[in-house]
């Protein structure tokens, strides 16, 4: 129906907008308010509420109590039964009664600590309570502390053989105390098997000279793991994934379960038949059963090349270190065994050129070495090859990391990480290497880090009781690796800004006359020194006053 005169039409009102309002309605209150008011009609129900004796009182709250109990309005019943208790009460069986009654709110309620006070108190009034024994039996089993359950049914039962609900809660604590148990004991089962495999695989692994890694965290499970061969009843036979790595094209293949007493040459044959058609990375077509070299190395980096029968229970036979040497052996990381396959020839050579201008010093990465490491190795030897002047002085020089790291401008740099020993040595080919390697490396710039250790400030409870080298603090790291970057170049000069917020800058003034060769790597320096240390650095050349 239109509206003449444009006047809004009146809106209906939520019922539980409503509902609230009676709470306002002092005729209609849950709760009266305990505190005094001016308001003559609440008062007035007040003086009626606490009109008579305390067991008056406390009878009429009870009442209350039990009206909104049978309408399962407990949160309300709850507070009728608090204010019958609070009205302290001298009939014993009344307290009582108003105890158990507020328990059983409760325990509609989950209040399970409320339940066992109320009860507890219940009790202390009269021992043979079967309520109080029932209710706080049942909050017990919610809690689930079945024996303590079972007491109070037991308890109970003493005087009150016949109480059916106290026997039927008795059964139901059984029951799940039973079934608690069983999985306890399922568990500690579980736990027990676990171990003993776990001890089982540790000595397998010590017989067989594998040598596991430990796992990052930040590394995903591998789904696969080594485990006894099922069809083994002896279990002496074991299964590994195994990984074979492809180094002239940066891919590989896994076999998820390799038995160890089966050679090499097996799987190369069928992985790599002779008149099959060729893997699609497979551009020069020469990965051909025949015409394959199979490699591996252990913890210390020595390199084993594989026979054709040879299978991998004799690999690992091979690993084994020579008596009076340190332990040494397969390495085993994320729960696979590598190895590489090389066509036989020029890659062959190339790679084992490779692996031999890559030394791990004791804090570089045991990972096998990557496309970055390769490709820096393979450029130093190209190097040796084409510079005659070069090839004594680059020969016995090994490096032990090779990282790339973004640049600000989308550019990347190369940090070249070698072994302390060989760091002088490195410093007096630095200049012409670099720019050579840079050369081969158009896009990216080159720079050289020793690959350097840092200790923990020694404490109380350390087990290490010799004095930390000064050249092992974090302070002293930090400076060498400043003097690295931007060698040949000196410092001359420091300075740390603070800011406002509690942020550092530091700003390194390099020598001046250098300006020209190293201006255009200073984004790179910044950008690798706090990859490396975490810190803010910003690299200048003092500005020279005109004469």
Not at 22 to 27: H, K, R
Request: a positive charge.
């Amino acid at each position: 129906m239109a509206n003449p005169n444009n006047v809004p039409l009146p809106q209906p009102v939520p019922i539980e907008g409503k509902l609230a309002e009676f709470d306002n309605v002092p005729l209609f209150m849950k709760n009266l308010p305990a505190e005094d008011t001016d308001d003559v009609a609440i008062s007035a129900l007040q003086a009626l509420a606490h009109e008579g004796t305390p067991d008056e009182v406390a009878q009429n709250f009870k009442e209350h109590g039990n009206e909104y109990f049978n309408g399962k309005r407990y949160r309300e019943a709850l507070g009728f039964y608090a204010q019958g208790v609070d009205a302290k009460p001298e009939d014993k069986a009344l307290l009582e009664a108003l105890l158990c009654n507020r328990a059983a709110c409760n325990l509609e309620l989950q209040n399970y600590g409320s339940v066992l006070r109320d009860c507890s108190r219940a009790i202390v009034i009269n021992p043979r309570s079967s309520k109080a024994y029932y209710r706080s039996a049942l909050a017990l089993v919610a809690l689930e502390r079945y024996d303590d359950a079972l007491d109070c049914c037991d308890r109970c039962l003493q005087f009150n053989q016949d109480n059916k609900a106290v026997r039927a809660a008795k059964e139901r604590a059984s029951k799940l105390k039973e079934a608690k148990e069983r999985k306890e004991r399922e568990r500690q089962e579980r736990i027990r098997q676990e171990q003993l495999k776990k001890e089982r695989l540790r000595a397998a692994y010590i017989e067989r000279n594998i040598i596991v890694n430990p796992v990052p965290d930040n590394v995903a499970n591998n789904p696969y793991e080594p485990h006894f061969d099922p069809e083994d009843a002896s279990n002496r036979t074991m299964l590994f994934p195994v990984i074979f790595m492809y180094p002239q094209y940066a891919t590989t293949d896994l076999i998820s379960h390799y038995q160890e007493d089966t050679p090499f040459s097996a799987h190369i044959s069928v992985m790599f038949p002779p008149n099959a058609p060729q893997p699609e990375w497979d551009k020069k077509g020469e990965y051909v059963d025949g015409n394959l070299v199979v490699f591996g190395w252990t913890k210390r980096r020595r390199l084993l090349k594989i026979g054709k029968k040879m299978t991998l229970r004799d690999v690992c036979r091979a690993a084994k270190a020579k008596e009076g040497e340190p332990r040494d052996g397969l390495e085993m990381n994320d729960g696979t065994l590598t190895f590489v396959v090389l066509p036989k020839g020029s890659e062959e050579q190339k790679w084992m050129s490779v692996q031999h201008k890559i030394f791990r010093t004791a804090n570089a990465p045991k990972t096998a070495p990557d496309e970055t490491e390769t490709a820096v190795a393979q450029a130093i030897i190209d190097l040796e090859n084409s510079a005659p002047e070069l090839k004594t002085e680059l020969r016995p020089l090994q490096i032990s990391a090779a990282r790339e790291v973004d640049v600000r401008g989308g550019k990347k740099a190369i940090v070249i990480f070698v072994p302390v020993p060989q760091l002088k040595a490195f410093h007096k080919v630095q200049q012409r290497l670099t720019r050579e390697l840079e050369k081969k490396f158009s896009d990216r710039h080159v720079v050289f880090v020793a690959q350097r250790r840092m200790l923990r400030k020694p404490t109380r409870n350390s087990r290490v009781k010799q004095k930390r080298p000064r050249s092992r603090t974090l302070t002293n790291v930090h400076e060498k690796i400043l003097e690295d970057l931007v060698f040949p170049t000196e410092i001359v000069g420091k300075r740390t800004r603070v800011a406002v917020d509690g942020s550092k800058l530091l700003k390194v003034f390099l020598d001046s006359k250098d300006a020209t060769s190293l201006e255009y790597k200073l984004d790179s320096f910044s950008s690798v020194y706090r990859r490396l240390t975490g810190k803010d650095v910003v690299f200048e050349f003092p500005v020279q006053a005109q004469e």
